[in-house]
């Protein structure tokens, strides 16, 4: 985090009040977070099948995993599904975003209507449906037979499967969209002014002015949905039964995670994938902040 | 910025992209009033012989009212909302604001506690709530929050209080305000939009939960309503394909309400915060 | 500053304490160590559960034992009960699917149930062809719910459209490759005789083998089956794929999800082996049949005969002997046999068929006509039982699957696609021990 020069004088001048106002997260970080963290670290280094106690195995577990193809899948899949899904969740957020903070009528109406897939969640209704419209004989197809197009069953077949995940995932773009609508709403109005008065135009003043002043936002979104890619789970479990079908295509990381670690019942396996997932997402973060020092503009 | 123009392509170009969106709801909304046996055998989605017998016998057919299921997950969602708000605010104002030591490394641990799978910690921390005694309660679907488990929601907030100009608080601070004053008085109300956006997306969240609230409850008088979701569908012994799909249309109500309600104000809140 | 502070926590410690005040914060009474309740846990659809409910109510009232009834879907139910034996905290009887009752005995965490046999537990009562399903090394882990047979289902709709005579009960496989192209022909473009059934070990691979006098498993958990066995099992199906009287691989996603989207109920396919008449009949307004899987040539059915779902007991179960009586009450006692009716499958006993026979309605007089004859034609097969499935089943299946598909895609080659399934099979039940 960026210091300013009003704090060069004294070392930690609050160390009182900011350990007051982290109090209630720190009792709750050592309470529920960090214990589970470690005994799931500890867990990684042992044989666990959930019924009989651990057998400390040391790093047998994580010398496994690279030589597990069905490992090395889902690595495959879920970083072709972050690398697409997160940009067009992103670009689709910040374009509804953006376009909804102009005034227009009706504007609560249609806000709430991007919102609604993202209210759905990922539920066995949300599976059958997607099926409806994704399967041979479902809408997508039908519409592309407007234009004669044959289009294929997109979720049986391997080619394409991931990308329905991909697509339901910009689908659900309503979470960001509020983000950065509230960010939106937090800008100066007077640089607008400003800038409408030096005859700027809509696209010159969203990349000279908006988006800028948006860039903490935008960071967090960044940071966040890559996050929440890399961990996606329900929506892959719902679409494909649980089982990350056909053969693999959209077998997700935590997907598999949880196969090995309740399905299969090897828990310290599963433990081990977390750990590697933890330092990959890890990685990804600290490049993200290592960057935005260029690209991020704070208000203090 | 709202100048009244010609904003027809505008309307244009997003109802274009609404009909896309919501299609995937009126075939849901519309399946549920079909007889079960059209459901998965027409495409149309709007219903060809209406009914309201998926809604009559879906409320009671898991044998608890979805009323029980509805008013435990109401309880749940409000309970953790006001916990999150709370108890996030407290802990962004310390991160973004205060300068105290080891701030940059608990930032740190903070994120950090996002980039674990839940699926890893699940049963260390089911364990901690058996000792405590508290399963098959609210309780650890609750308490975590009260202590600002979701760093998400801190994180977004130091996003939000970041962009606060700091002159506010530290004029306030001549004036001999302390923390305290200065967090509740300056930086809370100028945070509305990222408290509402808090609100919205933790009842929603909380709403939509289903593993954990699984693994925490067992009672059926205790059950919340993605949890008598579930009990329609069984792939072995006879589903309720009908009941389910209106009981998924029952539940969105709520969380509908609930964006409604709330969504208007964080457009609100700009006019009378008017920063600058 | 610290006045403030506190008023806030106090705030929320407050609200706290008023929700707590409320329901669903406080620790529920019951789950004691008390002789007189048990928790009792299963899965179902709504059927099952009110079935379930209401025969509880009578058990209560007949000793006096309050049940705590707890039951969700089969999503996420194994996971939630792995989450509560890894804490030490299982229910104090639940529901066990046979095919992970050997991993769970296998762990030393089950019951063994010969101590309230046949004091507490009435197993005579029982056909003896299922009283050993729920049994692993000669141990009974779990009681049976159900006697049953998987069938073939098929669409009798699309077959009387097409002028195709429904499958006779001695047709053998020869006849179903040959019914499936028919058909295929019959229903146009996009259409198809039959599901693949390649991937499917108990409902298809299983009558298959054991009509060669083999099976998918032995005794001691091992494969009981060749590589050449598998390489021709998979060559008869590639061969209907090819032909087009099987599904694409495309269409076989549809079946890992809810029923509801299997192509037999779009209308995409005609016959399909497995279970599930009774789910799908009700989701199409196509009339649906069953009939026995095809035979071997030498007439024999093959099949396996599955107890349904058992219900077992925990080691760490806070009242065993209420559990074991619970179990019985099931078996035995003619008003819990009344109240669940079909609802866990068609009743493994006489005396429960003698009781229900009477109230039955027509679709399931059907079930239990089929159950009836194919038990007798099992038992002309003379064949050794089935063994229970092995530690490790549930990768061995997913092994299967997996080798089927990537032939199905034309990711591999038949011979390629058997040595990773015996890899991997071998691997996941040689692991399991």
New interface residues.
Partial sequence: MSGTPVRKRKRHKHNLAGYAFLAPWLIGLFAFTLIPMVYSLYLSLTKFNLLTAPQWIGFENYVRLFSDERYLQSVRVTLIYVVTSVPLKLAAALLVAVALNRGLKALGFYRATFYLPSLLGASVAVSVMWRQIFSREGLLNQFLGIFGVQGSDWIGDPRYAIWTLVALSAWQFGTPMLIFLAGLKQLPQDLYEAAAIDGAGKVTTFFRITLPLLSPMVFFNLVLETINAFQTFTPAYVVSGGLGGPIDSTLLYTLYLYLKGFGSMQMGYASAMAWVLFAVIGLFTAVYFWSARKWVNYAD | MRTKGNHWRAHALLLLVLVAMIYPMVWLVGASFKPENQIFTTMNPLPLVFTFANYVNGWTATGTSFTVYLSNSLTVSIATVIANVASCSVAAYAFARLDFAFRKFWFAVMLGTMMLPFQATLIPQYAIFYQLNWINTFLPLVVPYLLAYDAFFIFLMVQFIRGIPRELDEAAALDGAGHVRVFFSIVLPLMRPALITTTILTFIWTFNDFLRQLVYLSDHARYTAPLGLNAFVDRASGSSYGGMLAMSVVTLVPTVAVFLAAQRRIVDGVATTGIK | ?SI??RG??G??GG??AA?VA???????SS?GAASNSL?F?W????????AY?AALKIFTEKTGIKV?????????Y???L????????P?DIFQMDTALVS??AA???LTDLSSYIPGTIHLDTLYPAVRSAGAVGGKPYGVPSGSGIAPMLYDKTVFEQAKIPVPADTWTWDDFAKLAGELSKAMGQ?KYGSLDASKDDSGALQPWLRQRGKDLYNAEGKLAFTKDDLAEWFTFWDGLRRSGAICP??????T??????HPL????IAMTTG?GL??MA????HQLDIVIVPRGSNGKTGQAISGG?LLSVPVKSKNAEGAAKLIDFFISDVDAIKAMAL??GIPPSSKALETLTPSLSAADKRDVTYAQYAAEEVAKDALPPAPTAPPGY??AK?AL??AA??IA?G?MSIPDAVAQYFRDAEA?LNGAK
């Fill in positions: 500053m403030s502070r806030l926590f705030l929320a609200l706290a929700s409320g329901c669903g914060f406080a620790p529920t789950g928790t846990r899965w179902g659809g709504e059927a099952r559960n009110k409910q705590d009834a707890q039951y969700s879907g089969y999503d996420g194994f996971n939630k792995n989450t509560e034996f890894a804490g030490g905290n229910p991993t769970y762990k030393g965490v996009g691989p495309e269409m076989l996603s549809n890992d999800s809810a029923t509801g989207n109920i779009a209308g995409q279970w009774a789910q009700p989701l199409t307004q779902v609802s866990r549930n990768d997913t699957d997996a598909k990537q895609f990711k996941a």
